[in-house]
């Protein structure tokens, strides 16, 4: 049988470096590359961000600054597949016998905590597309940051 997931990480570099992100699996990080293309265009990873409709909405007027709900302007099958990798992210940041503990896992389950399940799986959408910009831009694989001693 053909192996379509070793086809896709021989033809792509880029789409490999895309897998090491948590939440971003082979069908996630092949609909990115296939929808954004040049990574090179957005200046910003919070361009990136909104490109696919996962940051917030602003109406703001001299010093006032109001956000309100995600965009949802984006992409309509990516923005839900990131989505749903930021739920297994937070998932297995639950579970005590999942991976080791780091950065990222405490900032979403504190989030969730704090805001809900549903808040804290778009706001760690959010910085999955973050991470995402920053891995493809910079060349090179994802680091877990671990946790302050």
Do not use: C
Not at 87 to 99: I, M, Y
Request: glycine content about 6%; hydrophobic content about 45%.
């Amino acid at each position: 049988a053909f192996n379509y997931a070793r086809f896709a990480l021989l033809q792509t570099p880029a789409v490999a470096r895309l897998l090491t992100v948590p939440g971003i699996g082979l069908i996630s990080a092949t609909a990115l590359f296939a929808f954004v293309v040049n990574v090179q265009r957005f200046p910003s990873a919070r361009h990136l961000a909104s490109y696919l409709g996962l940051t917030p909405r602003e109406r703001s007027s001299g010093n006032t600054r109001r956000l309100g709900a995600i965009s949802k302007r984006g992409d309509v099958y990516l923005r839900p597949l990131l989505i749903h990798g930021a739920r297994s992210v937070l998932g297995r940041a639950k579970q005590s016998d999942s991976a080791p503990r780091d950065r990222l896992r405490e900032w979403a389950t504190r989030v969730e905590k704090e805001r809900g399940y549903n808040k804290a799986a778009v706001a760690l959408a959010n910085k999955m597309a973050r991470m995402v910009w920053a891995v493809w831009r910079h060349d090179r694989d994802y680091q877990p940051a671990p946790l302050a001693a």
